[in-house]
DNA sequence: AATCTATTGTTTCGTTTGTAACTATAGTTG
DNA sequence: CAACTATAGTTACAAACGAAACAATAGATT
């Protein structure tokens, strides 16, 4: 009887190698280059999207959880690279912005993640490309409706 | 001008948001149903493939580093699921292999994986179910040889 | 307005994780 | 075979993480 399981075939395997594989290749060089996490990238990335943005939007913004968006921010503002004002309406809240410091950096990262975006893809084709970039779309609509579990 | 980067488009933070929901999802299901997490899932998984493997054989089946192996084999043992016996040309390593109890173990999570793997893409057509599994293959084997870095 | 509930964001605490140091054994070289 | 180097696996320490408790404010209900 053969084996009815074999692990190096299981899809939701093979997808977490690989995405291990390339969030760890894009946080070291993230790391070495600016000493960013990629928790904080995100944030730096959003922020340069939609400034003003509270840690709320954020956490809507990046899937992130609120505990490591709070975190994240408070290393960026001690470093400068972003800073916070009150919120009109809301005495909870604090809007989010780049600093001048924060914006280049993110404009230094740009390319940097560009490049790992490229080469992550170097070896498909365009169409593949294309493919794959859809699929991961359909399945991470169908994956927020549907939980496994 | 048009801002530069959108993180939403960025494929490498997609494929991550996808593989964090589909390895959180199962590593729920597997810890409600048998206690067990993900990484103990993959040691009983490939001992079931190659019994009296070495933690080393199991690091190099797994990609998972040793450090993470050691423990998993630890709590494995003290449950009783996997036993090690003595290695007859190595002192220094121990194969180990599963127990009654760790193989009915196995046969249970099975078909819990195979339905995890059968609801991530069942929103997909069996054309895209082969895209995409062709493409992280291909994207798999790139990685290796090409660490973005 | 007083009270009750919901939400924003932080902190605390226990767990998990990874790096590096370590022990023990193998293998290699002078 | 003594000494060095490499490898198998564990342990120790520190950083990262997440769940839950928390404080502060908002909004709803009476």
């Not at 009815?4 to 977490?16: A, G, H, V």
């Not at 740009?110 to 493919?131: G, H, M, N, V, W």
Request: hydrophobic content about 35%; overall charge positive.
């Amino acid at each position: 009887m053969p084996d009815t399981f074999d692990l190096e075939k299981f899809l939701p395997y093979r997808l977490s190698l690989l995405s291990n594989r390339v969030s760890g290749a894009i946080a070291d060089s993230y790391r070495h280059s600016h000493q960013i996490s990629i928790s904080e990238w995100r944030v730096i990335a959003i922020l340069g999207q939609y400034p003003h943005s509270t840690a709320t939007d954020l956490q809507h913004f990046t899937a992130m959880d609120k505990v490591n968006i709070s975190r994240s921010v408070k290393r960026l503002i001690k470093r400068q690279l972003i800073a916070s004002e009150n919120h009109e309406h809301d005495g909870r809240a604090r809007k989010l912005s780049l600093t001048a410091a924060g914006n280049d950096l993110r404009n230094e990262v740009i390319p940097r993640a560009q490049a790992c975006e490229q080469q992550l893809t170097s070896t498909l084709s365009t169409d593949e490309i294309k493919q794959f970039s859809q699929i991961i779309d359909k399945l991470l609509r169908s994956e927020t409706s549907n939980p496994i579990v």
